[in-house]
């Protein structure tokens, strides 16, 4: 099975940083990640899909890159409902793994 | 819009069984792979399983496989999950969500229902 390794587990930021959080599979998943947000009592809503691709809808301060076994998704100014968890998923083989999350909090 | 709807969950005893269901509405699951991802208490995502478009491929988590079962009823526009031989380590909200494209089970998961809460008591 493919293991996700995300860091940092936590980060503490300001209004209009920028953030970045990366992503480690413990072997090679071509492009297929995606990075998920989740709110507290709330569903994941997907960010970033195929590595680097938007999805409809989600602003354009988020961004992913990478690719093989080492991902990024960064905020490039940050607002305040960015606040959340944020976890990536391989979807390169099955089981579908997830990353352990990132908690986002307001320094 | 999509909108997917869990429902089924609640407290259930050890070694018992429960069956959760996910309804759909504003489109139409035929074409859509099915997964359910669960959550407990204060951590992770953890992906649980998943049905092809036609029922015909399935894929589970090691920590589930041989206990739980999914399927799906493409002319109710739903898919099951049957939780058997329930343990304390199946406390979690699971949600189901639809795979992003069609006639694959590979991929991302674009649209999810707000969960349902399963609770296995000793």
């Known amino acids: 099975d493919i293991q996700m390794t995300q860091s940092p587990s936590s980060v503490s930021a300001s209004v209009g940083d920028r953030v970045t959080i990366t992503c480690q599979a413990s072997?090679?998943?071509?492009?297929?990640l995606a990075w998920y947000q989740q709110k507290p009592g709330t569903a994941p809503q997907l960010l970033i899909y195929?590595?680097?691709t938007l999805q409809a809808g989600v602003p354009s301060r988020f961004s992913g890159s990478g690719s093989g076994t080492d991902f990024t998704l960064t905020i490039s100014s940050l607002q305040p409902e960015d606040f959340a968890t944020y976890y990536c998923?391989?979807?390169?083989?099955?089981?579908?793994?997830f990353g352990q999350g990132t908690k986002l909090e307001i320094k | 819009q999509v909108q997917l709807v869990e429902s089924g969950g609640g407290v259930g005893q050890a070694g018992r069984s429960l069956r959760l269901s996910c309804a759909a509405s504003?489109?139409?699951?035929?074409?859509?792979?099915i997964h359910w991802v669960r959550q407990a208490p204060g951590k992770w995502l953890e992906w649980v399983t998943v049905?092809?478009?036609?029922?015909?491929?399935?894929y589970y988590a090691d920590s589930v496989r041989g206990r739980f079962t999914i399927s799906r009823d493409n002319s109710k526009n739903t898919v099951y999950l049957q939780l058997n031989s329930l343990r304390a380590g199946d406390t979690a909200v699971y949600f189901c969500?639809?795979?992003?494209?069609?006639?694959?089970?590979?991929?991302?998961?674009?649209?999810w229902g707000q969960g349902t809460l399963v609770t296995v008591s000793s």
């Open positions: 969500a639809k795979g992003q494209a069609d006639y694959t089970t590979f991929g991302f998961l674009d649209s």
């Open positions: 504003g489109v139409t699951l035929n074409k859509y792979a």
């Open positions: 049905i092809s478009h036609d029922g015909g491929t399935k």
């Open positions: 072997q090679e998943i071509g492009s297929w």
């Open positions: 195929a590595a680097s």
């Open positions: 998923q391989q979807a390169n083989s099955f089981p579908h793994s």
